[in-house]
């Protein structure tokens, strides 16, 4: 199976200021057919997940510019470049390349 | 607008079954689909997906004992769960799996206690 690490784990943030979560795979999340399925979501509490990101730096419909992904192969991050307060919450990253799909274990943004 | 309402959680006897259902508005459930469960305070955990072609997949903690499923007609998708265990605790969520996971439910809380 592929484990996804993120860091850190919890990461208190200045409003307006940017912010970094790192997720890291066991293994290439290259897809035989030339994709990488790395995508990032944010849950804040009481809420369902939603889609941030998608293959790696796709931002999905709605979300704002300041959301930004990069990476590949192993190594993945997701920046907020100015954070705001709606911003909180806990973001987890996800491989859907290979099944058993798996999440990372969440990285919990809150502000300082 | 594309929405999605879990139905048929509850609280249940360990070794008991349920069946949970999706019931999907503005798209159709015949593409990539998903569960997903969180534990009380956990993180998220990915458990099945049926494909376009209707292939399946199941994390190993459920293997044997869940089993994924839709209606294309209902445009409804299940997760019929058997032999629950105390573990099984959890919000289940059911998700469109198209791009990552693009759509999401509310979720449905399963209780598996005696």
């Known amino acids: 199976d592929i484990v996804m690490t993120q860091t850190p784990l919890s990461s208190p943030v200045t409003l307006g200021q940017p912010a970094s979560i790192s997720c890291r795979s066991s293994?290439?999340?290259?897809?035989?057919?030339?994709?990488?399925?790395l995508s990032w979501l944010h849950q804040r509490p009481g809420q369902p997940p939603r889609l941030l990101i998608y293959?790696?730096?796709n931002r999905f419909s709605g979300v704002p510019d300041r959301f930004s992904g990069s990476g590949a192969g192993t190594d993945f991050t997701l920046k907020i470049s100015r954070v705001e307060a709606e911003d909180v919450g806990v973001y987890y990253c996800?491989?859907?390349?290979?099944?058993?799909?798996?999440f990372g274990q969440g990285t919990k943004v809150e502000i300082k | 607008e594309m929405q999605m309402v879990e139905t048929g959680g509850g609280s249940i006897q360990p070794g008991g079954s349920l069946r949970l259902s999706c019931a999907a508005s503005?798209?159709?459930?015949?593409?990539?689909m998903s569960w997903v469960r969180q534990a009380p305070g956990k993180g998220l955990e990915w458990v099945s997906t049926i494909d376009d072609i209707g292939g399946t997949y199941y994390a190993d903690s459920v293997k044997g004992r869940f089993f994924i499923s839709r209606d294309n007609s209902k445009n409804t998708l299940f997760l019929q769960m058997n032999n629950l265990r105390a573990e099984d605790t959890a919000l289940y969520y059911c998700?469109?799996?198209?791009?990552?996971?693009?759509?999401w439910g509310q979720g449905t809380t399963v209780i598996v206690s005696s």
């Open positions: 293994q290439s999340l290259v897809h035989s057919n030339g994709n990488t399925y």
């Open positions: 998700a469109r799996a198209i791009n990552g996971m693009d759509v």
């Open positions: 503005g798209f159709t459930v015949s593409t990539y």
């Open positions: 293959k790696i730096s």
């Open positions: 996800l491989q859907a390349t290979q099944f058993p799909w798996t």
